[in-house]
C-alpha cells in the first residue's frame, strides 16, 4: 500500500487545513480511521457542532469525505482521503498570506513532532525493552548543496513509501503505530 499524498500549490488550501482543529481532525481520521463528528468532538473536547464545521471545510478543500459506510442517517462518518498532505514552501514566500500560512503549518508541524517525541520519552520505561531498543532518535549534521537536498529528501521519503506498503494488519498484536518525522533543512543562516 503506497501512502497517498495530496500536494498543496494554492493559498487558500493551506489556509483552509492550516487551522489547529482541522490538523488534528485530519490526524485523527488518519490514524484511526473514520469517524463522525460527535466521536471527534467528545475525542478533542468540542461540540459536534464546531467538529461537524471543521469537517465541512476539510471536505470542501478536498482533505475529507463521507464514508462509504455509515452507521446510520442521522450522522455522517468521515474519512481522510490522503495519507500525507505536502506543499511547498517557496510556492508561497512571495505573498504574505502565504507566508503566513506556511508559517501556521510549520508551528503546528513542530507542536506535533515536539508533543510526540516528549510523550515518547516520558512514556518509554513502559514500554518492552525491544520497542525502546527499535527506536530511534538521532541529530545529524551534513554538508550539502540545495540539489544534495532535494536529491536526500525525495530518497527519505522513498524509504518510507517502501515500509507503507509492508504496514503490519491492525490485528497483527505485536505491531504498533510508529510516528515518522522527517525534518531536513538548512542550518547555520542563510546563505547570500
Same mark, same amino acid.
Given at each position: 500500500m503506497a501512502l497517498v499524498r495530496k500536494q498543496v500549490s494554492d493559498i487558500e488550501t493551506l489556509r483552509a487545513v492550516a487551522h489547529p482543529l482541522?490538523?488534528? =481532525?485530519?490526524?485523527?481520521?488518519? +490514524?484511526?480511521?473514520? !469517524?463522525?463528528?460527535?466521536?471527534?468532538?467528545?475525542?478533542?473536547?468540542e461540540s459536534s457542532g464546531s467538529t461537524s464545521y471543521h469537517?465541512?471545510? =476539510?471536505?470542501?478543500?478536498?482533505?475529507?469525505v463521507e464514508d462509504e459506510q455509515q452507521p446510520s442517517r442521522r450522522e455522517r462518518r468521515w474519512r481522510?482521503?490522503?495519507?500525507?498532505?505536502?506543499?511547498r514552501p517557496v510556492d508561497f514566500l512571495d505573498d504574505g498570506v502565504g507566508r503566513d500560512a506556511v508559517g501556521a503549518m510549520a508551528r503546528l508541524q513542530l507542536r506535533h513532532l515536539v508533543d510526540t517525541v516528549e510523550r515518547w520519552h516520558r512514556e518509554q520505561p513502559d514500554w518492552p525493552r525491544e520497542w525502546v531498543d !527499535?527506536?530511534?532518535?538521532?541529530?545529524?549534521? =551534513?554538508?550539502?548543496?540545495?540539489?544534495? =537536498?532535494?536529491?536526500?529528501?525525495?530518497?527519505?521519503?522513498?524509504?518510507?513509501?517502501?515500509? +507503507?506498503?509492508?504496514?503490519?494488519?491492525?490485528?497483527?498484536?505485536?505491531?504498533?503505530p510508529v510516528s515518522v518525522h522527517v525534518l531536513a533543512m538548512p542550518t547555520g543562516g542563510a546563505a547570500g
Open positions: 482541522r490538523v488534528r =481532525l485530519l490526524s485523527a481520521l488518519r +490514524a484511526d480511521g473514520p !469517524a463522525t463528528a460527535t466521536e471527534l468532538g467528545r475525542r478533542f473536547g469537517l465541512r471545510q =476539510l471536505a470542501r478543500y478536498g482533505f475529507v481522510a482521503v490522503h495519507d500525507v498532505t505536502s506543499f !527499535a527506536a530511534e532518535h538521532s541529530d545529524l549534521r =551534513l554538508r550539502l548543496r540545495p540539489d544534495d =537536498l532535494a536529491q536526500l529528501s525525495r530518497e527519505l521519503f522513498e524509504v518510507v513509501q517502501r515500509w +507503507a506498503g509492508r504496514q503490519r494488519p491492525a490485528d497483527d498484536q505485536p505491531a504498533r
